[in-house]
């Protein structure tokens, strides 16, 4: 069972661990004792963050893996990489994300925000998931958001919103399908011993958004000062990640460290199902017989 204090001896895997809170995240698993793998696109930061971790921890079981989420060919590749590495997964927290003001397609041709922020997540976990399984008990964290909040129901008629692209909308529509995948993986998983929830980390002065350009950079600078650091950002994971009184709570969404209310699109089993089926489609991924 994962503890709030001691991990020693469990593997863990974070996403996004380079800044803001996923390295808050994963600073505090490596406190804990746990084997770490961090996931990071940026070489040169990932082993900055890699030294700083040991460092500030010194727990020195701590792994970098490299791999652009915008790449179906790369999430495979460090996928196979974390399955040679790591005998036994207990915990996998999925928190990479972007937010583009402007549509942009992946390598694969997919709409950036929705193939980074839904797709990764899906596709990432799905490789693993076998691994997590077999080392249950084992949870899975997606870090979703209160945005999904500021759309309707998911819209398949649109999923990579080609036809109008407004940034923030198109951001909630990809914290929506990180709900959606989060209940609809928790039915798959009941019984497994594997239990998987969504979080809300709240308003964080981190990097996410930045890669806009100067005025973002600037405009991210000056609401930063109300916004919360990434220590606080990342309590409400940690808290769904670590806390024993979790133990077998699975399906469920979390803000501010308690279980929170979500939007009706997101309670939406249909729509949970039929995401499934896309996503499955969009990253070539054969549903199990």
């Given amino acids: 069972m994962l503890s709030a204090m001691d991990l020693t ?51 020195d079981a701590v792994q970098l893996f490299r791999a652009d989420l915008a790449s179906q060919a790369e999430i495979r590749s460090v996928a196979a990489e974390i399955l040679a590495s790591f005998p036994q997964i ?31 997540y899906f596709l990432l976990t799905q490789l693993l998931l076998e691994r997590v399984s077999a080392s249950a008990p084992a949870r899975i964290v997606n870090v979703a958001s209160d945005a999904h909040k ?61 890669n806009n350009g100067s005025f973002a950079k600037a405009l991210t600078s000056v609401l930063g000062i109300f916004f919360k650091n990434p ?15 979790l133990e077998g709570v699975s399906g469920h969404y979390f803000a501010k460290s308690r279980e929170a209310k979500i939007s009706s699109g997101a309670r939406d089993d249909a729509a949970a199902t039929r995401l499934w089926t896309l996503s499955e489609e969009m990253t070539g991924l054969t549903p199990p017989a």
């Fill in 231 to 245: 220590e606080q950002g990342a309590a409400t994971s940690l808290h769904v990640a670590m806390s024993p009184e």
């Fill in 150 to 210: 500021f759309v309707g129901p998911f819209n398949f008629d649109d999923p990579q919103s080609r036809t109008q692209y407004k940034s923030m909308r198109v951001y909630g529509y990809s914290k929506l399908a990180n709900i959606l995948f989060t209940r609809e993986l928790a039915r798959r998983l009941e019984g497994t011993g594997v239990t998987v929830n969504a979080v809300h980390p709240g308003a964080v002065a981190t990097g996410l958004g930045t």
């Fill in 9 to 59: 001896g469990k593997s863990c895997i974070v996403t996004g661990a380079t800044s803001g809170i996923g390295e808050a995240t994963a600073m505090t698993l490596a406190a804990a004792g746990a084997r770490l793998g961090i996931l990071c696109r940026d070489p040169v930061k990932g082993e900055r963050t890699l030294q700083q971790i040991r460092r500030e921890t010194g727990n």
């Fill in 90 to 120: 207990h915990l996998l927290i999925n928190n990479a994300g972007v937010v583009n003001l402007k549509f942009s397609e992946t390598v694969d041709g997919i709409e950036t925000t929705f193939a980074v922020n839904h797709l990764a």
